[in-house]
């Protein structure tokens, strides 16, 4: 049972337009939600998290957006750069957990 | 500030041969600690987690297994390696005293270890 999907396996944008990328859960419990970018053979590193409690963080170019009614959020990078070009993880949490639950990734692809 | 450390990083085994990947973490005390595998054109699974010493909740039935000997040491093992066994495995920590800068909740990665099992 995936809880966490990421339904795009791969996107291409051109440089300095705007990257959406899309994320559903399953889990009503879930209260905590990270996006991490993972480049090939390297560990995942840490973009930007948001709470159940807001509806949008924002932290330079990348603001997620979280829709609890849909189940669903999102990552936003304006302006796209080649260097985003990596694969993009989002994760979810329960407060009554210690698990991180992770979706299959969406390989971005920045074309310049 | 905080570090994690895994090794080896790459590494090739026979099938049936043992596993022994480590993993610790350096600045901080009590830590959540975690292994998580990729394997090719999948997601990140989570196999193992631990709150404490001797404490390891596994989530996937497999012949893989975990330990965790000291508070910021988490080891993962194999005593026979299977095919599907190949991946690349990471090891992440969260929590602790301190926590990492990125946030108490952030769960923080390291750069992995891939394993191939011919």
């Not at chain 1, 963080?57 to 302006?79: M, Q, W, Y």
Request: proline share 6%; hydrophobic share 35%; net charge positive.
């Amino acid at each position: 049972d995936q809880q966490v999907k990421q339904n795009s396996p791969s996107l291409s944008v051109q440089e300095g337009r705007i990257s959406i990328l899309n994320c559903d859960y399953t889990n009503s419990m879930f209260d905590y939600f990270l996006w991490y970018k993972k480049y090939p053979a390297e560990g995942p590193t840490f973009l930007i998290s948001i709470s159940s409690i807001k509806d949008k963080n924002e932290d330079g170019r990348f603001t997620v957006f979280l829709n609890k009614s849909a189940k669903h959020l999102s990552l936003h990078i304006v302006p796209s750069q080649p260097g985003d070009s990596a694969v993009y993880f989002c994760a979810a949490k329960s407060s009554g957990t210690y698990k991180y639950i992770f979706g299959t990734g969406t390989r971005l692809k920045v074309l310049a | 500030s905080q570090t994690i450390h895994q090794w080896p990083a790459t590494l090739v085994q026979p099938v049936g041969s043992p596993l022994s990947l480590e993993c610790t973490v350096e600045g901080t005390s009590n830590p959540n600690l975690y292994w998580y595998r990729q394997a090719a054109g999948r997601g990140l699974q989570l196999l193992f987690y631990s709150v404490g010493i001797g404490q390891i909740s596994s989530e996937v039935p497999q012949n893989l297994s975990a330990s965790r000997p000291q508070d910021r040491q988490f080891i993962l093992s194999s005593k026979k390696l299977l095919l599907s066994d190949s991946g690349f495995y990471l090891c992440a920590w969260v929590g602790g005293t301190p926590p990492a800068s990125s946030g108490a909740n952030v769960l923080t990665f390291g750069a992995g270890s891939r394993l191939t099992v011919l």
